[in-house]
């Protein structure tokens, strides 16, 4: 495979240590080194806890690109061992561990999705399970003795937890020795990661170190908020994901909270940076913060999805919220099975929260707009319901055996 040439160009370099880059270890050396037109190895770990990859982990992805863009090699590992271990950074209570039939159920299309965003033809993927499934007892005491209990208890969230009398297990432990390794094992020369995993990217260039190789630099990319302005996280269904169809992409944009329209412009889109400026004195100006955010949300789709297919779904997010027409092509349910089938289809992320939007009123008849709560296809004609503000169905009468 021929080798990639390497841009030197120092405005581009200085974008790249500092779009979404929170805290960079150790900025003066990396710039440096990208100075130097030497290929750097740029290495990524995700772990395959949920089936799908939403556009808070594409924060890295997209500054793994622009290493990428600028003739670096991206190393991309996909954590099928260390997912089913867990990792505790962003955790306030243990995490589990994981069935390895379910990670490995989860990882059979993680190349696909993160191919929406980079070369994959051109980068270097992995599973950490090559290295990680191999150590021996004394591989793991020789990882260990490179920290200290302290070390790890002083972390702020396990801090909380011991004092609060919560358990901390000993597995949560050698998760950072893990990841640690993982950089040893490639030989990585930056690592990407966001700010809640500071303590296991720091374990990389300390191990790096006790296997003689030069300590990887690290970029922390900030936390973005979910669509509830909590931390994005498939566990608490506020996310947006990669492979989510256009019109559903778009319309989950344009439920964001206002205040974080100008962080996702900077941090989930590539618009230039003077455009996103404009955006933010446009919000200050006291411009519809609607009007931003559907650009945003345009954006969004396009990166994902081509401009065609952005447009389109502008479009029928238009005619569906703005002049309340009922989109085509909906979902066809006919089942004995209703809430089932629509946790099925992804319309609803489960049966509880299916009841709990029927409570509050959130599920009508799309056509004379009568609150729903109780779900059946009717025996003699088509009902089409309206969950929550995006979803429409079609629930079909049942035919005759």
Known sequence: MKRAKVITDEQKIDELLSRGVAEAIVKEK???????????????????????????????LLKLRDFQELGHKIVLIIGDFTGIIGDTSDKDSERPMID???????????FEQVGKIVDIKNAELRYNSEWLSKLKYGDIGTHADVFSVADFVARENIAKRLKAGSRVSLREILYPLMQGYDSVAVQADVEIGGTDQKFNLLAGRALQVRYGQAPQDILM?????????????SSWGNTINLMAKPEDMLGKVMSLKDESIIEYFMLCTR????????????IRRGENPRDIKMKLAREIVTLYHGQKKALSAEQTFVETFREGK????????????VPNAL?????????????????????????????IFTLSVSRTKPTIIRIGKRHFVKLTPKKKQ
Do not use: C, F, W
């Open 100 to 110: 390895k039939k379910i990670i490995d159920q989860n990882k059979k299309s993680y």
């Open 343 to 371: 946790v099925t289809l992804k319309l609803v992320p489960s049966k509880s929260e299916l009841t709990r939007l029927m409570k509050a009123g959130g599920v009508r008849n799309a056509e004379t707009g009568e609150k």
């Open 326 to 337: 009922i989109p085509e092509n909906i979902p066809n349910v006919s089942t004995d099975d």
């Open 221 to 233: 990319s900030p936390i973005i908020a979910g669509l509830d302005g909590r931390k994005m996280s």
């Open 30 to 60: 990396l710039k440096e080194k990208l100075m130097s037109g030497k290929q750097l190895r740029i290495k990524l770990g995700i772990d395959p806890t949920s089936p799908d990859i939403h556009i808070g982990r594409a924060v890295s």
């Open 271 to 282: 618009m230039p940076l003077l455009e996103v400026g404009e955006m933010a004195s446009a």
